[in-house]
């Protein structure tokens, strides 16, 4: 049978701040996917694609937060990524030089934490340093949105395994492993939402993904918008999670 739509549009913001609350949402990620083929689709370079994703990226993050989610976590590059034309990578990393400004000046208004998933040093002193900064400077706000860069799930989880055992440790137990992965601040995601139309995790959160409820829709990254994002939401409230049990 075909899959009923919810008429989400209807819905108002406390009906969407109801539904977060009462089905426990309280970290959302997204696989931003889609952003190459949106542009191609258009006869555009890839990097257009990139552009768009940015802006889509920031509006998808006011309106979780809106919607009461206290962590959003994003997929911006992974340790894959480096595979990719020089040029495509070089304006990646600009776009996120840009954004980083922008959430400087904006933090008064926004007080959202960063925090950066992923082995700064591969991406140069400059940038590595203005991560630092922007981790720093909202070190004290409350709604967490972190961001994944060169970030890999089995390049975290080796990175952690191989601090434990430099502290000495002869036996490690989950608790040692999620104390210490980068995403050590945050709960496990409670959803995560793919767009682009693959079904897959592609090396994201390998960890901390064990129990997350997965959502994929093919909205290329730059389309996504709010529709898209009630969708995932009231699709997840209705989701029964049991961890195991019964
Ligand atoms: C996701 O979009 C953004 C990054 C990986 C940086 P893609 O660039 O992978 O877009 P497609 O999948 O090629 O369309
Ligand atoms: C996953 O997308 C990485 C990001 C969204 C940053 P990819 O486009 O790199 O994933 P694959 O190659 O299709 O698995
Ligand atoms: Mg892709």
Redesign the pocket.
């Known amino acids: 049978m075909p899959k009923k739509d919810t008429a989400v549009s209807s819905l108002t913001l406390e009906d969407m701040r109801r539904t977060v609350s009462q089905s426990g949402l309280r970290h959302i990620a997204f696989?931003?996917?889609?952003?190459?083929r949106w542009a191609r689709r258009r006869a555009l370079p890839r990097e257009a694609g990139h552009s768009v994703g940015t802006k889509t990226f920031k509006k998808t993050v006011t309106l979780c937060r809106d919607y009461g989610i206290t962590t959003v976590t994003t997929?911006?590059?992974?340790t894959?990524?480096w595979k990719r034309p020089e040029k495509e990578i070089s304006e990646i990393m600009r776009l996120l030089d840009v954004y980083i400004k922008e959430a400087e000046d904006d933090n008064e208004k926004n007080k959202i934490r960063y925090i950066f998933l992923g082995e700064k040093s591969r991406l140069g002193d400059e940038l590595r340093e203005k991560c630092e900064y922007l981790e720093n400077l909202t070190k004290d706000n409350t709604l967490v949105l972190n961001i994944?860069l060169n970030?890999g799930g089995r390049d975290e989880i080796v990175r952690t395994v191989n601090k434990l055992i430099a502290e000495g440790k002869k036996e490690i137990t989950e608790d040692d492993i999620s104390a210490n992965l980068f995403t050590r601040l945050s709960p496990d995601p409670d959803l995560i939402v793919?767009t682009?139309g693959?079904y897959?995790l592609?090396?994201?959160l390998m960890w901390q993904s064990a129990y997350s409820e997965l959502y994929f829709t093919d909205c290329l990254?730059p389309d996504y918008n709010e529709t898209e994002l009630r969708r995932a939401i009231v699709e997840f409230s209705k989701r029964q999670r049991r961890f195991g049990g019964v």
């Open positions: 696989i931003m996917d889609g952003n190459g997929y911006a590059f992974s894959e990524n994944a970030y793919r682009g693959e897959r592609s090396n994201f990254w």
